[in-house]
């Protein structure tokens, strides 16, 4: 009696050390699939922004992410999914970035660092709206709706630091400001005259700060 209860202890003393391996196994499988889809995630943010939502296939965008072209179903279901997703998290990372700067260094700054020369030349990890708003204009509905609540959040950033003005005229100057800002640097990028280029960037940075700043 004695050996079968012995026997039944460790039986169970088994199945229990069995289910929390299994359990552990599950958690680290789930904790890996999450990052390998964020991974992608970031991944096809830059690189639409490089090369255009038209421009680049998934099987270049899982190259790029160091993964098969196989395993992007895995994660999602069709291209427009992921297309959503990097626009989603390109735009909350612009947003982030243009509210801390204009919080720490000033409006006159964060404009300065929109409208500049870097900015322009390194698409991939700049504004989306900026990179591919015609594309997202033809988009589907959660695309549109993306760069809709990227658009206005980066509205109401610009508005908040505007003093001085009842808040309904400090947001139709945000939305004359970021407008003017995201059509100069697309134009700066579009033409290939360096010196044009580099003087609507100076033109619209003055433009943009008298209408923000005093």
């Avoid at 943010?45 to 939502?53: L, N, Q």
């Avoid at 970035?97 to 006159?108: I, L, N, R, Y």
């Avoid at 309904?168 to 640097?185: C, D, F, Q, V, Y």
């Avoid at 033409?191 to 700043?213: F, G, Q, W």
Wanted: some cysteine; glycine content about 8%; overall charge positive.
């Amino acid at each position: 009696m004695d050996v079968d209860r012995d026997d039944k202890y460790n039986l169970i003393i088994g199945s229990t050390w069995w289910e929390a391996e299994r359990r552990e196994e599950m958690r680290k499988s789930k904790e890996v699939a999450a990052r390998t889809r964020q991974h992608i995630v970031t991944t096809a943010a830059k690189e639409f922004r490089r090369k255009g939502i038209n421009g680049i296939g998934l099987s270049d965008i899982m190259a790029k992410a160091g993964l098969t072209h196989g395993g992007f179903y895995r994660h999602f279901t069709t291209k427009g999914q992921l297309i959503a997703e990097a626009l989603e998290e390109a735009l909350d990372a612009m947003t982030q970035k243009m509210d801390a700067s204009a919080k720490a260094d000033g409006m006159d700054v964060m404009i300065a660092k929109y409208l500049s020369e870097s900015h322009r030349d390194d698409p991939a990890a700049g504004c989306p709206l900026a990179a591919l708003g015609s594309e997202i204009a033809r988009g589907d509905r959660r695309a549109r709706a993306a760069g809709t609540n990227g658009f206005a959040k980066f509205v109401d950033i610009i508005a908040a630091q505007i003093e001085g003005l009842p808040p309904e005229l400090a947001k139709a100057r945000a939305l004359l400001a970021l407008s003017t800002m995201i059509g100069a640097l697309t134009v700066a990028r579009l033409v290939n005259d360096t010196r044009l280029s580099v003087a609507i960037l100076k033109e619209a940075r003055k433009h943009v700060r008298d209408l923000v700043i005093k």
